[in-house]
T-cell receptor
């Protein structure tokens, strides 16, 4: 079964500093996608960054980057120059397509990030 | 609007009542998903619609839950004889393609509270 584990229920960082959120996953698939979503108190899930499993190069989106270690099944998110607006719940997600064509997105339980001024 | 729209934003109802939640996906998105998010938890998959194919209902927790979608438009999630354990945020998402790296776009969710 596909599972996603976020081992840090809560993290905190000082404004302008760097923080890394951990995510590991378990799968027997070779073709899949990985995502980090941000959920502020407004509840909307906002896509932060995505990574295709077949790409070796780590994805980067401005201050957000990932460290994708396929053999270790690890997909951590690094936030540089943290800003107060980065405070939110962060969810790691794994997407795969079942044999019948159904597309599934499996989420971790989330990490609550606090940014201290 | 340009995003996924869900209504109502909040719903409070008594145990035993039926509720209907609505999702308007982004125009042109063929795939639509419903998730449940309990307080302090991640998202649980409920159901997935893709075009005119038979929906994947494997995540529905009981036969009190059902969902419909007309073509590639609006979807409704119905919960019959609600229980307190049904209290959660129900999130809808849509995406434009079955395969490829197109992400899911989420609505703001419906917060359901069962008294």
């Amino acid at each position: 079964a596909q599972t996603v584990t976020q081992s840090q229920p809560e993290m905190s960082v000082q404004e302008a500093e760097t923080v890394t959120l951990s995510c590991t996953y378990d799968t027997s698939e070779s073709d899949y996608y990985l995502f980090w979503y941000k959920q502020p108190p407004s509840r909307q899930m906002i896509l932060v960054i995505r990574q295709e499993a077949y790409k070796q190069q780590n994805a980067t989106e401005n201050r957000f980057s990932v460290n994708f270690q396929k053999a270790a099944k690890s997909f951590s998110l690094k936030i540089s120059d943290s800003q107060l607006g980065d405070a939110a719940m962060y969810f790691c997600a794994y997407r795969y397509t079942e044999q019948g064509g159904s597309e599934k997105l499996v989420f971790g339980k989330g990490t609550k990030l606090t940014v201290n001024p | 609007g340009a995003g996924v729209s869900q209504s109502p934003s909040n719903k409070v109802t008594e145990k035993g009542k039926d509720v209907e939640l609505r999702c308007d996906p982004i125009s042109g998105h063929t795939a639509l998903y419903w998730y449940r998010q309990r307080l302090g938890q991640g998202l649980e998959f409920l159901i997935y619609f893709q075009g005119n194919s038979a929906p994947d209902k494997s995540g529905l927790p009981s036969d009190r839950f059902s969902a419909e979608r007309t073509g590639e438009s609006v979807s409704t999630l119905t919960i019959q004889r609600t229980q307190q354990e049904d209290s959660a945020v129900y999130l809808c998402a849509s995406s434009s393609t079955l395969l490829g790296n197109q992400p899911q776009h989420f609505g703001d969710g419906t917060r359901l509270s069962i008294l």
